[in-house]
């Protein structure tokens, strides 16, 4: 049994099991409430344990959406019975992952949490080609920037993106 705060919130990863942490595929495997966000897919909610209570929450680009208030009052009822919940969110919860908005209610309700972190798609769909984010005589750095925000389109550095020598995961 790995130490089980009443919220986790773990990280998915790109969607394939295979890239699930140990810690991740433990939590999934011992939480007895899964708050789910839709775009996880079915290889890693069936590691999710069979007792465990499945919810699928979350939003889905520019489809239907659970709003925040309503995820935030599920996992704070949930752990209040004194249940292991898991926030499973797509990739990983600290990047573009509302993370500090999903803990605030945690925090509010006094209740403890714990982050386990998921392989980010960036870093997945680079190893997946075989090629690096950064390499020596390249790049020196790599830019993680989001397509999108919550009003549409997110107003980026475009050119500045596009500049040799400049890498960057959108």
Known sequence: MIPFEPVLFVGAGPGSADLLTLAAARALDQAQVVIHD???????????????????????GFGPATPQDAISALIVSHARQGLRVVRLKGGDPGLFGRLDEETAAPDAAGLTWRVIPGITAAVAAAAGLGVSLTRRGRNGSVRLVTGHDVAGFAEQDWRGLARPGEVAAI
């Open 38 to 60: 839709r775009p996880v897919g079915e290889p890693v909610l069936a590691l999710i344990g069979p007792a465990a209570l499945r919810v699928e929450a979350g939003k889905e």
